[in-house]
């Protein structure tokens, strides 16, 4: 049984681009969270989704930032028009139910760069 | 507002020596505590802890909750270069399913 994927696992753009971070939760997980981390920080909630619908994306910047999960497919965490500030690994957990009872297990995240 | 405070921040000590690593809360509908552990990579499961004055223990490491003090703590005993990692702990709220991360612990264990 995969864990749960990411990809790319290093992503560099420049100033003004698109990233589009991707994650396949585990087999049967059909509950995704991002998460965003700072250098020397914790993780910081992002979005939770549910396949097809967004279930809550209160941490989540409301420009430039959107999520789907959709019905076949990744999970996609979509920046456009990057800043130096979004430089960040951004990770990706699933569970099989909703979170705080069923501990989320982690992608290996994707460390995005912004030039 | 919710948080979660890990201390110390960072931690050397040499192999073979027992370490202590602190985690206090203040959590919303408080549910559950959970340990993690990262390398360089995703963090990996360690703990889940929901009841208060129960040790759960895995080889070296265990943990247990005070929910009247509402605190944790993670013990790793006869520590080896390999326990070398960031210890993060996360509250998790009954009235939502965000988890509540703390900054982490950075543990390093010398040979």
């Known amino acids: 049984n995969a864990g749960v994927m990411q990809n790319p696992r290093h992503l560099v753009r420049r100033r003004g681009q698109e990233a589009r971070l991707r994650c396949s939760p585990m087999?049967?997980?059909?509950?995704v969270y991002w998460y965003r981390q700072l250098p020397e920080e914790g993780l910081k909630f992002m979005v939770y989704?549910?396949?097809?619908?967004?279930?809550?994306e209160s941490g989540m910047p409301k420009e430039r930032f959107s999520a789907e999960f959709p019905k076949e497919g990744p999970s996609i965490l979509r920046i456009q028009q990057v800043v130096r500030g979004d430089s960040a690994a951004y990770f990706c957990a699933s569970s099989p139910g909703q979170g705080a009872l069923n501990e989320q297990f982690f992608g290996p995240g994707t460390r995005l760069t912004v030039l | 507002e919710d948080k979660v405070v890990q201390s110390p921040l960072s931690l050397v000590v040499h192999e073979g020596d027992t370490v202590t690593l602190n985690c206090s809360y203040e959590?919303?509908?408080?549910?559950?505590l959970l340990w993690y552990k990262q390398e360089k990579k995703a963090p990996t499961f360690l703990f889940m802890l929901?009841?208060s004055g129960i040790e759960k223990k895995s080889g070296r490491l265990s943990s247990i909750l005070d929910k009247k003090e509402l605190f944790s703590i993670l013990n790793i005993t006869a520590t080896q270069t390999g326990d070398s990692a960031i210890y993060l702990c996360a509250g998790a709220s009954g009235s939502n399913y965000q988890l509540i991360w703390g900054a982490g612990t950075k543990l390093i264990i010398k040979p």
């Open positions: 087999k049967g997980h059909s509950h």
């Open positions: 929901t009841s």
């Open positions: 959590v919303t509908n408080f549910r559950s």
């Open positions: 989704l549910q396949k097809e619908n967004i279930i809550d």
